[in-house]
């Protein structure tokens, strides 16, 4: 049989819960100050412990202090008067599992005993852990944070506390909301998750709280709303921080009051949920900006709990991706075994991961869509070359010159003699108009990306020397496409730190002055082929010659100018 301590200075209060429990087949023992309850604490083995916060010689807060220190296994819950609730929070972030307030009401104290008797039941089930591992397959990994995470969850599922997990997006946040859930007494009734930010602002309070038939348009019967469906259980509210001010109100007022009315009704519907909420958002800076009530941050951030993101559990990423292979492999129906090779594997052990576990499994379902065989080579990862997969040999170039016409197209050069071109007559640029223009562009693929080569040759006039010819050296890009870091090809300024003397405008306005008119130099001014080695449109060009100063030569090639438009 069930024992329980009972710690209140009121005798008639003492009275009634001990006939209540022992109708429930649970005996009890009676104190009625701070150092009796101590005593009896040392003297006996307690099931679970109700007491007063309020004692003649002591506080209900050192009674939980004491238990939560040398008694962990022993459930303690807290009786609270009428508008004592921020003790009753401080209980629980001491280590109560409930509260109940005063005046007693008889249901709530026959649930608040179940649950505790629940709780020193899954308690002892915890230790077994040779027969039930309740973090197998769910939760991941075997680094420090992830230990402490356990262990963590394994002391919260004992309280009936709201919990905050915050965390960034990908992080197992409603994995770890649901292991709370199963290992707590509330683990037979529901868990019902939901995404605050997916609900319509005009649906919200309908879907929280329900509403009755006929209550508005389209009302054409009852519905329960997510309390009454949680009720029992636990109800998780996954990006709480996407609530509008008006559902934040209502929200408050359902978790002091644990009731709850619908759209419709009128009466007020007494509901038993345990909260748990989460948002990859800073709430504590969306209070103080005012997009998030301050009142109900502190109610739902009664305990706060910072999920770690993947980047700083590196150690489980290989036991996490071996996991999501074997996951993936069975849904797939893949009959042979999968496995990574050590390049793959230091590939993804060495990526940053901005969407956490979620990109970490994205990105093996990708991998083993384009595998070949059984073995997940690296190139079929398709990651981006990162800083820690660069060799030490491989060349820096400090600067880039970019030329940019619009979204879409970027043009780089280089002048092999950075002297101004020298601007050819109208005259000699007409006869020279025909000049041969050869342009190739080559690319390969290779096993981890592409290697490309751009080479780009453009004959000089006939009026040019050779040393005054536009030429544009070969250029080798080693990094794949995704994730590449452009080269710079062009000429410093000055040289390296200091700054253009004439300010950063005028030198972008010369030096793109420049390269259109080397362009048109090569094209004996021929606006149309001009624009083509630039890959721009005539349009562009003529817009950039226009801003520049550059004198069109109107006169010249006039028919092939025209017709482009």
Same mark, same amino acid.
């Given at each position: 049989?069930?024992?329980?301590?009972?710690?209140?200075?009121?005798?008639?209060?003492?009275?009634?819960?001990?006939?209540?429990?022992?109708?429930?087949?649970?005996?009890?023992?009676?104190?009625?100050?701070?150092?009796?309850?101590?005593?009896?604490?040392?003297?006996?083995?307690?099931?679970?412990?109700?007491?007063?916060?309020?004692?003649?010689?002591?506080?209900?807060?050192?009674?939980?202090?004491?238990?939560?220190?040398?008694?962990?296994?022993?459930?303690?819950?807290?009786?609270?008067?009428?508008?004592?609730?921020?003790?009753?929070?401080?209980?629980?972030?001491?280590?109560?599992?409930?509260?109940?307030?005063?005046?007693?009401?008889?249901?709530?104290?026959?649930?608040?005993?179940?649950?505790?008797?629940?709780?020193?039941?899954?308690?002892?089930?915890?230790?077994?852990?040779?027969?039930?591992?309740?973090?197998?397959?769910?939760?991941?990994?075997?680094?420090?944070?992830?230990?402490?995470?356990?262990?963590?969850?394994?002391?919260?599922?004992?309280?009936?506390?709201?919990?905050?997990?915050?965390?960034?997006?990908?992080?197992?946040?409603?994995?770890?909301?649901?292991?709370?859930?199963?290992?707590?007494?509330?683990?037979?009734?529901?868990?019902?998750?939901?995404?605050?930010?997916?609900?319509?602002?005009?649906?919200?309070?309908?879907?929280?709280?329900?509403?009755?038939?006929?209550?508005?348009?389209?009302?054409?019967?009852?519905?329960?709303?997510?309390?009454?469906?949680?009720?029992?259980?636990?109800?998780?509210?996954?990006?709480?921080?996407?609530?509008?001010?008006?559902?934040?109100?209502?929200?408050?007022?359902?978790?002091?009051?644990?009731?709850?009315?619908?759209?419709?009704?009128?009466?007020?519907?007494?509901?038993?949920?345990?909260?748990?909420?989460?948002?990859?958002?800073?709430?504590?800076?969306?209070?103080?900006?005012?997009?998030?009530?301050?009142?109900?941050?502190?109610?739902?951030?009664?305990?706060?709990?910072?999920?770690?993101?993947?980047?700083?559990?590196?150690?489980?990423?290989?036991?996490?991706?071996?996991?999501?292979?074997?996951?993936?492999?069975?849904?797939?129906?893949?009959?042979?075994?999968?496995?990574?090779?050590?390049?793959?594997?230091?590939?993804?052990?060495?990526?940053?991961?901005?969407?956490?576990?979620?990109?970490?499994?994205?990105?093996?379902?990708?991998?083993?869509?384009?595998?070949?065989?059984?073995?997940?080579?690296?190139?079929?990862?398709?990651?981006?070359?990162?800083?820690?997969?660069?060799?030490?040999?491989?060349?820096?170039?400090?600067?880039?010159?970019?030329?940019?016409?619009?979204?879409?197209?970027?043009?780089?050069? +280089? &002048?092999?003699? @950075?002297? %101004?071109?020298?601007? $050819? #007559?109208?005259?000699?640029?007409?006869? /020279?108009?025909?000049?041969?223009?050869?342009?190739?562009?080559?690319?390969?693929?290779?096993?981890?990306?592409?290697?490309?080569?751009?080479?780009?040759?453009?004959?000089?006039?006939?009026?040019?020397?050779?040393?005054?010819?536009?030429?544009?050296?070969?250029? +080798? &890009?080693?990094? @794949?496409? %995704?994730?590449?870091? $452009? #080269?710079?090809?062009?000429?410093?300024? /000055?040289?390296?730190?200091?700054?253009?003397?004439?300010?950063?405008?005028?030198?972008?306005?010369?030096?793109?002055?420049?390269?259109?008119?080397?362009?048109?130099?090569?094209?004996?001014?021929?606006?149309?082929?001009?624009?083509?080695?630039?890959?721009?449109?005539?349009?562009?060009?003529?817009?950039?010659?226009?801003?520049?100063?550059?004198?069109?030569?109107?006169?010249?090639?006039?028919?092939?100018?025209?017709?482009?438009?």
């Amino acid at each position: 049989m069930a024992l329980a301590l009972i710690i209140d200075d009121e005798v008639d209060l003492c009275r009634l819960m001990q006939m209540t429990l022992k109708k429930m087949g649970i005996e009890t023992k009676v104190a009625y100050d701070y150092a009796t309850g101590i005593s009896h604490l040392q003297a006996y083995s307690f099931d679970f412990c109700l007491t007063d916060l309020k004692l003649p010689d002591g506080t209900g807060l050192d009674i939980v202090k004491f238990i939560s220190k040398n008694y962990a296994k022993t459930p303690v819950a807290v009786i609270t008067a009428h508008g004592s609730m921020d003790l009753a929070i401080e209980a629980l972030k001491l280590g109560a599992f409930d509260f109940v307030n005063k005046p007693l009401e008889l249901s709530r104290l026959r649930q608040l005993v179940e649950n505790a008797l629940k709780v020193a039941e899954n308690a002892n089930k915890l230790n077994c852990k040779e027969v039930y591992d309740p973090f197998s397959n769910r939760l991941i990994g075997q680094s420090n944070v992830i230990t402490q995470l356990k262990t963590t969850i394994q002391k919260l599922a004992r309280s009936q506390a709201p919990v905050f997990l915050w965390g960034e997006s990908g992080t197992g946040k409603e994995v770890v909301a649901k292991l709370i859930h199963d290992l707590s007494p509330r683990c037979s009734a529901n868990f019902v998750p939901v995404n605050c930010g997916a609900i319509p602002s005009e649906l919200m309070e309908s879907e929280f709280f329900g509403h009755k038939k006929g209550s508005f348009t389209g009302a054409t019967a009852d519905k329960e709303g997510l309390f009454q469906q949680a009720n029992g259980g636990t109800l998780f509210l996954d990006e709480v921080a996407d609530l509008p001010i008006s559902m934040q109100v209502k929200l408050l007022r359902a978790i002091q009051e644990k009731k709850i009315r619908a759209i419709g009704s009128t009466q007020e519907i007494a509901v038993d949920v345990r909260l748990l909420s989460a948002t990859h958002k800073n709430l504590a800076k969306l209070v103080e900006t005012g997009e998030f009530r301050q009142d109900l941050y502190y109610r739902i951030n009664v305990i706060e709990v910072k999920l770690p993101s993947l980047n700083e559990r590196r150690d489980d990423i290989l036991l996490l991706a071996n996991h999501f292979i074997c996951l993936i492999a069975d849904d797939w129906g893949v009959a042979q075994p999968l496995t990574l090779s050590n390049e793959a594997a230091v590939q993804l052990t060495n990526h940053h991961f901005a969407g956490n576990v979620r990109e970490l499994r994205n990105i093996l379902e990708r991998a083993i869509t384009l595998a070949d065989d059984n073995v997940i080579e690296a190139h079929h990862l398709n990651l981006p070359l990162s800083a820690a997969n660069v060799s030490s040999d491989t060349p820096r170039i400090h600067e880039i010159h970019e030329f940019i016409e619009n979204s879409n197209h970027t043009v780089l050069s +280089t &002048l092999s003699q @950075p002297s %101004a071109p020298k601007v $050819v #007559p109208l005259a000699e640029a007409k006869s /020279a108009s025909n000049s041969p223009i050869n342009t190739s562009y080559s690319s390969n693929l290779f096993a981890s990306g592409y290697k490309v080569k751009p080479n780009i040759q453009l004959a000089s006039t006939p009026t040019q020397s050779t040393h005054e010819a536009l030429t544009h050296e070969s250029l +080798t &890009l080693d990094a @794949p496409i %995704a994730g590449i870091n $452009v #080269p710079n090809l062009a000429q410093p300024p /000055a040289e390296e730190g200091q700054l253009p003397a004439e300010g950063l405008e005028e030198y972008l306005m010369n030096q793109e002055r420049k390269v259109i008119i080397a362009a048109l130099n090569c094209s004996g001014w021929n606006r149309t082929q001009a624009a083509k080695l630039l890959n721009t449109t005539f349009r562009s060009l003529r817009y950039r010659m226009k801003k520049l100063g550059i004198d069109s030569g109107s006169d010249i090639n006039s028919d092939s100018d025209s017709d482009e438009d």
